[in-house]
């Protein structure tokens, strides 16, 4: 089977991520250029549910127990039930003069209750994964966190432009080198 999704938005120069599929049982979720993330059944490729963003959806979504975790180009997070897709929370980024939108091209990482993502207003949020509210930020100064990985209790965070990795504690954001 083939899905067809919406037209395709490149957001600009820099928007070089795409989302990867994550599977879960029977079904798969994946974010789109048309702003939308699907859950798609996978045997038969039938759409289950879609959700609107206001922007393009680039990074590859996280599960964390019975919800999904993704970020748009429109400088939110987003929470979604699994099964229904169904909105839970939404955060919104706090921006950047050369970002003011604070867009998220970051595939979030879920781990021990915290949804850690980064966005171009050159932050990396420690989001709460039941309720939205950040727990800690981590400022950079010439750009924003690229990927991230939680490994044995440590937060790895690959930068940009300061061309750094970073490990960090996970609770509280403090670098451990």
């Known amino acids: 089977w083939t899905f067809p999704f919406g037209i395709e938005q490149k957001y600009d120069f820099a928007d070089y991520f795409h989302s990867s599929p994550v599977i879960r049982d029977n079904m798969i979720f994946v974010g789109s250029g048309d702003g939308r993330i699907y859950a798609i059944e996978r045997h038969t490729g039938t759409a289950i549910w879609s959700f609107q963003s206001e922007n393009p959806v680039h990074g590859t979504p996280a599960i964390g127990g019975e919800q999904i975790y993704f970020g748009s180009f429109d400088g939110k997070v987003y929470c979604l039930d699994i099964a229904d897709g169904e ?8 921006g950047h003069r050369y970002f003011p939108l604070g867009e998220v091209q970051v595939s979030p990482v879920v781990s021990g209750g915290l949804v850690f993502v980064g966005a171009r207003d050159y932050n990396v949020y420690a989001l709460d994964a039941q309720q939205g509210f950040c727990h800690w930020n981590k400022a950079f100064t010439k750009g924003w966190g690229l990927s991230l990985s939680i490994r044995d209790s440590v937060l790895f965070i690959g930068s940009a ?3 750094v990795l970073i490990a960090a504690d996970p609770r509280t954001g403090t670098n451990f080198w």
């Open 87 to 94: 909105l839970n929370w939404v955060f919104r980024t706090v």
């Open 161 to 163: 432009d300061e061309r």
